[in-house]
């Protein structure tokens, strides 16, 4: 579906103070307009990639380079910029130091148990592979809120074949034995290692977080036909594991400012079509999909992209499968 920019923001802008994000506390997107309420899902949705910090809680080093993102994003701020969606979250690690990941852990169970929040799960940070792995994983892990663990492993870990280390890939396979997943979440270029730890570890669920983190710029672009076609090959053969899911997410943090869903598309089908509509659930990746634009606006811009699709699938993305994938209730 072809969608001229002009057209797509003049049909979001129209409830742009209904939605609350003009005016508000939070951080103003580019481009600044809000969906059309109509424009959105109708149906419940399940955000399984939230992120939250409190900066009074945790010290994250790495938002200090974003004058976006150095600050608090705390519930308050998530509901303004889901105003208007009828949303449950599952949070995601925000990268913190290893000596606060218990307190980012204790943080969003608190969270989860209030009951007056968005966030009912969490996927918490850890270190697979490290001696302070197993003993900390085995005091949440079963807590029911707790559903899985990322760490975004540096890329000097990954050339130098830390991934596939038997200290690393014991504890994934601990995870499984625990009955929690993992989230990959790797540069394109090194996605195909995501395929070997995939295959290591047959017994477990894996996530593969943002589609990829395929750069939407590549399709505007004749000279990157080369790494459009590796990140194509390593989704396909990740989709071929059936112990994998893909988050449709992400990608909205890179675009160029005159974005519209047709950017995205190539993308989101590629991912729909590899992973089949029983094995893809929608993530918003907020605050850090701010870079690109609002959470709502990256919402109707998938909505839009998928809405040819058979309702059933697209009520799969948005809400079933991720409730049976994290056994939510």
């Not at 295959?199 to 036909?225: E, I, K």
Request: with cysteine.
């Amino acid at each position: 579906m072809t969608i001229p920019r002009r057209e797509f923001l003049r049909q979001t802008a129209a409830a742009a103070l209904a939605a609350g994000t003009i005016g508000s506390s939070t951080v103003a997107a580019a481009p600044s307009d809000a969906p059309d309420l109509d424009r959105l899902p109708r149906g419940p949705v399940i955000d399984t990639h939230q992120h939250l910090w409190d900066l009074d809680v945790l010290h994250l080093r790495w938002v200090k380079s974003s004058d976006r993102l150095n600050r608090s994003f705390v519930t308050k701020d998530y509901r303004e910029a889901t105003r208007g969606l009828h949303v449950k979250a599952v949070y995601m690690e925000v990268a913190a130091d290893e000596h606060e990941l218990d307190a980012e852990a204790r943080y969003v169970l608190d969270l989860c148990q209030r009951g007056d929040t968005p966030t009912i799960a969490a996927v918490i940070g850890g270190r697979p592979g490290h001696a302070s792995f197993a003993p900390y994983i085995r005091r949440y892990a079963k807590r029911p809120e707790i559903k899985g663990v990322r760490w975004i492993l540096p890329a000097d870990a990954i050339q130098k074949g830390f991934h596939l280390s038997k200290p690393f890939l014991d504890d994934l396979r601990l995870l499984g034995d625990l009955g929690l997943r993992f989230d990959l979440c790797m540069p394109p270029e090194t996605l195909a290692e995501g395929v070997k730890i995939v295959d290591r570890c047959p017994g477990m669920s894996f996530v593969l977080d943002h589609c990829g983190n395929a750069n939407p710029a590549w399709f505007r672009s004749p000279q990157q036909t080369e790494a459009i076609d590796s990140w194509k090959r390593a989704v396909a053969e990740l989709g071929r594991r059936k112990k994998v899911v893909c988050k449709i997410s992400g990608i909205i943090s890179r675009v160029e400012p005159d974005w519209t869903p047709d950017d995205l598309a190539p993308i989101v089908n590629h991912c729909l079509d590899s992973f089949g509509p029983d094995r893809v659930i929608f993530a918003g990746d907020w605050p850090v999909c701010t870079r690109g634009a609002s959470l709502l606006q990256w919402v109707a811009a998938l909505h839009a992209i998928v809405g040819q699709r058979p309702t059933q699938d697209q009520r799969k993305l948005w809400h079933d499968n991720a409730m049976r994938f994290y056994a939510l209730s």
